[in-house]
């Protein structure tokens, strides 16, 4: 089971981060992610999951 490929997430910036609390915009950038539409794909572990949880309402996950 130690060969078992990662889970994966992807996730896109669909909300500017101007006008939120700064933890949400360090979340974010925590992410990967600098402007709208930027993308990254990330493993999925529980730290990830609560980031993205943190800031759901600016992002858009899709499972991979």
């Known amino acids: 089971m130690a060969n078992a490929p990662a889970k994966t997430v992807k996730v896109t910036l669909i909300k500017s981060i101007y006008g939120h609390t700064k933890a949400h ?3 974010v950038r925590g992410l990967g992610l600098r402007r709208i539409r930027d ?3 990330l493993v999925d572990t529980p730290e990830v999951r609560g980031m993205l949880r943190a800031s759901s309402h600016l992002l ?3 499972e991979l």
């Open 25 to 27: 915009q360090a979340t």
């Open 60 to 62: 858009k996950v899709e």
């Open 39 to 41: 993308t990254a794909t």
